[in-house]
């Protein structure tokens, strides 16, 4: 079992940065592989970037590739999420995931991922 809490969502305007944070409690945290999803106001919740356990494999959407960056540290028990260059479109709630051992094959389904975090709100401005 593991707890998510997300952080560091806000206001940003168009071409800026924003990072976001999930801190996670449990014992295991090196064990999990760890992913982002976002979801907009009257879209389906949709995959964004996924790290593996020791960090050395990411995934990201085609969306956000070359503009976000997954990384985490264990030591801390936290997974980030780095947005640069953010677009009017990556306004939503932002949401961190996790699950035992490997990124599941079917990543981008969110029925693979067993521990999901509150939300962090994004929103930018044009």
């Known amino acids: 079992q593991v707890l998510l809490v997300e952080s560091g969502g806000g206001l940003v305007q168009a071409g800026g940065s924003l990072r976001l944070s999930c801190a996670a409690s449990?014992?295991?945290?090196?064990?999990?592989?760890m992913g982002w999803f976002r979801q907009a106001p009257g879209k389906e919740r949709e995959f964004v970037a996924a790290?593996?356990?020791?960090?050395?494999?990411?995934y990201y959407a085609d969306s956000v590739k070359g503009r976000f960056s997954i990384s985490r540290d264990n030591a801390k028990n936290t997974v980030y999420l780095q947005m640069n260059s953010l677009k009017p479109e990556d306004t939503a709630v932002y949401y961190c995931?996790?699950?035992?051992?490997?990124?599941?094959?079917?990543?981008?389904?969110?029925?693979?991922?067993?521990?999901w975090g509150q939300g962090t709100q994004v929103t930018v401005s044009s």
């Open positions: 790290i593996n356990w020791s960090g050395t494999m990411t």
């Open positions: 995931a996790a699950v035992y051992s490997r990124v599941p094959v079917s990543l981008i389904n969110t029925a693979e991922w067993d521990y």
């Open positions: 449990g014992r295991t945290f090196s064990s999990y592989a």
